[in-house]
């Protein structure tokens, strides 16, 4: 009766409409409706064979639309008759709403936590890469200081170990390079002071070979042949000298 239906309008706030099987509206005995609503839709739709089927069919009462399905009663005092469900559109909309809110709420704190992190990670990430970009501007400088890590072991951690290491082979190559530098300066300078000696062991060798001519075979010939000697001796040692620089260089 409308009574009954009334209730279940109001646990469920669906409207509700009873129809005989050619889906024609059913009145009591005052004659009113056995119905929720005041109006009755132009067109019914035909009852569904299934109760689990969704009531998806729109039906239009004035300006306000429902979703509307029915279902054939085969039990009670009116068995045959179909029982219409007509459950407004706007309060499925609100109800979808309802349901989504939450999710859309937590989805979109998800999003402002995520983009907030993916920031803050950035500027992080930004920072450290600058701090390496300037490091290895100050060694293409000259300056091979070690780079202070950072405590959070990961790939740019390791790729500042890298440039501690870069920079540490640098300090050694440029300390190998100033040795050698000085070496090859003092090569320089030993060279042309064992140019310069040769020539005047050559310059005192010729003298004392002119000087030995002049003098008569006496003792002093052999102190002189002894000077030739060891002066000769003296060149050979300054051209081994000069000779291993021009291999040297």
């Not at 059913?26 to 005041?38: A, K, M, P, R």
């Not at 300006?63 to 219409?84: E, F, H, M, Q």
């Not at 704190?109 to 501007?137: M, N, P, W, Y």
């Not at 501690?164 to 060279?191: K, P």
Request: with cysteine.
């Amino acid at each position: 009766n409308t009574r009954t239906l009334q209730l279940m309008k109001g646990l469920s706030g669906a409207e509700f409409l009873l129809c005989d099987k050619a889906r024609q509206p059913i009145v009591d005995d005052t004659g009113d409706l056995v119905s929720t609503l005041t109006e009755v839709p132009d067109a019914l739709p035909l009852p569904n064979e299934n109760p689990t089927e969704p009531f998806d069919r729109s039906v239009h009462i004035g300006k306000t639309s429902y979703l509307c399905g029915g279902l054939t009663l085969t039990r009670g005092t009116r068995p045959g008759a179909i029982l219409y469900i007509l459950y407004p559109e706007s309060l499925m909309n609100e109800a979808v709403w309802e349901a989504l809110r939450p999710a859309l709420a937590l989805g979109i704190v998800g999003s402002a936590i995520s983009i907030a992190l993916s920031i803050l990670l950035t500027q992080q990430f930004t920072r450290r890469i600058q701090q390496l970009e300037r490091r290895t501007r100050l060694i293409a400088e000259g300056d091979f200081s070690p780079l202070p890590l950072p405590s959070i072991d990961d790939e740019l951690r390791d790729l500042g170990k890298s440039v501690n290491e870069m920079a540490q082979r640098l300090t050694q190559f440029q300390a190998t390079i100033l040795q050698t530098e000085r070496l090859r300066l003092l090569g320089q300078v030993s060279g042309g002071l064992a140019h310069q000696l040769r020539n005047g062991v050559a310059g005192a060798r010729l003298a004392v070979q002119l000087h030995a001519q002049d003098c008569p075979a006496t003792e002093d010939q052999e102190a002189l042949t002894v000077a030739l000697r060891q002066l000769a001796l003296v060149e050979m040692q300054l051209k081994r000298f000069l000779d291993l620089g021009k291999a040297t260089t």
